[in-house]
């Protein structure tokens, strides 16, 4: 009794560290087969080539688009030359409007003329920028999809093990209490290197921020639920697992909140029609 008293016995301990490697090889193994996948696609998504109506930044005008680089915009895709000037634009579009094309399409490969004193300082070095951030952007919207899977999954297992005792609902909810806050820290750093830290201790006065503000609660809730999971799941403490509940099912929202914003930055404010 005395090697139980005041923390896990040995065999709980023992336990809890084969779920831990067995979540982080899990984990590695899922990341190298989602590089894996980049790799075979060479980072690019080709669908909204024809929908692009410009062929220079609008941030910073004279500049050549990348593809895969877009947002929508009033109806209509805009490509960037890099990841840092789509966030300029989605941080403040109407400053940038000024140089999209007039008629909805470039014709001459030409920027619009440029407002008064806007774009001429617009200048950085995008081909390190895009080497830097290309491959943790690209990666970003593979990432998130497993912290939200994750997350709803955990909260089915204990959902399942507390209407019955179950030892295969219980080894699940052991193993993702694990995996998931490690989920949800990699897709948090990947957003952040796609999106950088610019205006993110601002008041949030766009979608972009409030989904960083959002991913960023979500982790915080999905590591702070998994954690009393792991402390308060044992029988002597069985009388606080109702605040674990709660912090679970507050996790899964803010995570599906995260996620929907992220949604809206893909495909527009209009993809889903309730919303």
């Known amino acids: 009794m005395s090697g139980t008293r005041g923390g896990l016995g040995r065999p709980a301990a023992s336990g809890l560290i ?71 634009f989605i941080a403040d579009p109407e400053r940038y409007a000024a140089n999209l094309p007039a008629d909805g399409h470039d014709h001459d490969g030409h920027a619009a003329p440029t407002a008064a004193g806007e774009g001429e300082h617009e200048v950085h070095d995008h081909a390190a920028h895009r080497e830097k951030t290309s491959l943790a952007g690209a990666l970003h919207p593979v990432a998130v999809h497993f912290p939200i899977a994750l997350v709803f999954a955990l909260l089915l297992a204990e959902i399942v093990g507390g209407r019955k005792p179950s030892p295969t609902a219980a080894g699940a909810a052991r193993f993702l209490r694990v995996i998931a806050p490690l989920s949800a820290l990699v897709a948090v750093v990947l957003g952040f290197a796609a999106g950088g830290m610019n205006g993110l201790f601002e008041a949030p006065d766009s979608t972009l921020q409030f989904h960083r503000l959002a991913g960023l609660a979500a982790f915080v809730l999905i590591t702070a639920a998994c954690l009393a999971g792991h402390r308060w799941n044992a029988p002597a403490r069985r009388g606080r697992r109702p605040v674990y509940l709660a912090l679970l099912v507050a996790a899964t929202f803010v995570t599906a909140y995260a996620g929907h914003l992220g949604g809206k930055l893909v495909f527009g404010d209009d993809y889903l029609i309730l919303f």
């Open 18 to 88: 084969r779920t831990v490697r067995g979540g982080s090889l899990a984990l590695a193994v899922v990341f190298i087969l989602a590089v894996a996948a980049y790799a075979e696609t060479d980072g690019h998504d080709h669908r909204h080539a024809e929908m692009i109506v410009n062929t220079t930044c609008p941030v910073t005008p004279g500049e050549a688009v990348d593809e895969s680089i877009t947002v929508e915009y009033e109806g209509r895709s805009l490509a960037f030359c890099c990841q840092r000037c789509r966030q300029k």
